[in-house]
């Protein structure tokens, strides 16, 4: 049996996004955004922890981290 991925990143991207547009939403009061904020922190805390417990893999891993840092700054400057 090969390794079998049960979860879908681009879903949880989805869901992430959604959360963040209702935090910010301005149809939301101050409770309710802030009670979605506070999913976005334990979230990150959950991600945080995660990849800190995660082993190095070196670098591939690198040179995968600075792909997406320069994907990320393309996205910028195409915005200015």
Not at 28 to 41: I, P, Q, R, S
């Amino acid at each position: 049996m090969g390794f079998r991925k049960n979860w879908d990143a681009a879903d949880i991207a989805n869901q992430l996004h959604s959360l963040s547009r209702e935090c910010s939403s301005a149809y939301n009061d101050g409770f309710t955004a802030f009670e979605c904020k506070k999913d976005l922190y334990l979230i990150k805390k959950i991600v945080d922890d995660a990849l800190a417990d995660a082993p190095s893999f070196g670098e591939i891993e690198d040179r995968w981290l600075k792909e997406q840092e320069q994907k990320t700054i393309l996205k910028i400057l195409k915005e200015t």
